[in-house]
């Protein structure tokens, strides 16, 4: 019986690697899932990376990776995870598990490489984002803008403005208007000024005649 046990495990990781390398990868889970060892693990996670599976992947080599057991294991966790992070897009647990690898093997090439493949990535999507909130405020901007321009020149507020003014009020508006216009036409059409220029002396000259003193009286 003691004897047993132990083949009956060994058969178990035997089948579960064979089936995995004729890419039967549920096969292979079944097998590893009567299992405890690292080993079996490990290559279950292996078998979820190949099915796609990164979550369920990264599940299993983090509980190698959360032990201090085999060097060579952890290694090779932290590096898949780190693969698996990437697949998924997410640099930034893809440099940091690539960096927790490499604090094992610090001259491993492959790890290195990724790394900096990651960084990159990284980068690229930082910028990516910043330019797309960057245009979404842009966006946003100038809906505002193009909001505030219609409520401006919409006929139908203007309209509604006009009518809650008093009756004085329009009388002084069209007067307004009236000695505007002629003021324009006698003086402004006959004697070279800046746009600044008209406005002051417009002002003045409506205030000589005072009707600013009228609108005060409203």
């Given at each position: 019986?003691?004897?047993?046990?132990?083949?009956?495990?060994i058969?178990?990781?035997?089948?579960?690697?064979?089936?995995?390398?004729?890419?039967?990868?549920?096969?292979?889970?079944?097998?590893?899932?009567?299992?405890?060892?690292?080993?079996?693990?490990?290559?279950?996670?292996?078998?979820?990376?190949?099915?796609?599976?990164?979550?369920?992947?990264?599940?299993?080599?983090?509980?190698?990776?959360?032990?201090?057991g085999?060097?060579?294991?952890?290694?090779?966790?932290?590096?898949?995870?780190?693969?698996?992070?990437?697949?998924?897009?997410?640099?930034?647990?893809?440099?940091?598990?690539?960096?927790?690898?490499?604090?094992?093997?610090?001259?491993?090439?492959?790890?290195?490489?990724?790394?900096?493949?990651?960084?990159?990535?990284?980068?690229?999507?930082?910028?990516?984002?910043?330019?797309?909130?960057?245009?979404?405020q842009?966006?946003?901007?100038?809906?505002?803008?193009?909001?505030?321009?219609t409520?401006?020149?919409?006929?139908?507020?203007?309209?509604?403005?006009?009518?809650?003014?008093?009756?004085?009020?329009?009388?002084?508006?069209?007067?307004?208007?009236?000695?505007?216009?002629?003021?324009?036409?006698?003086?402004?059409?006959?004697?070279?000024?800046?746009?600044?220029?008209?406005?002051?002396?417009?002002?003045?000259?409506?205030?000589?005649?005072?009707?600013?003193?009228?609108?005060?009286?409203?």
């Amino acid at each position: 019986m003691n004897i047993l046990i132990p083949m009956l495990l060994i058969g178990n990781l035997f089948f579960g690697n064979n089936e995995y390398k004729n890419e039967n990868y549920d096969n292979a889970i079944d097998h590893y899932n009567k299992l405890r060892s690292e080993k079996s693990i490990y290559n279950k996670g292996n078998s979820y990376y190949k099915k796609s599976e990164y979550d369920k992947a990264i599940e299993e080599w983090k509980k190698i990776t959360a032990k201090n057991g085999s060097p060579e294991l952890r290694f090779k966790s932290y590096y898949n995870s780190g693969n698996g992070y990437f697949k998924k897009g997410n640099y930034k647990k893809a440099i940091e598990n690539y960096q927790n690898a490499l604090n094992i093997k610090p001259y491993d090439e492959d790890a290195r490489h990724n790394l900096e493949l990651a960084k990159k990535m990284q980068k690229k999507k930082s910028e990516k984002q910043k330019n797309n909130e960057k245009n979404k405020q842009k966006d946003q901007q100038n809906k505002q803008k193009k909001e505030n321009g219609t409520k401006k020149n919409d006929p139908q507020k203007n309209n509604a403005e006009k009518k809650n003014l008093t009756q004085n009020e329009k009388q002084y508006l069209k007067k307004l208007d009236k000695v505007e216009k002629k003021y324009r036409k006698n003086y402004f059409n006959r004697v070279p000024m800046t746009q600044e220029e008209q406005q002051k002396k417009m002002l003045q000259h409506f205030d000589d005649e005072g009707y600013f003193i009228k609108k005060k009286d409203w």
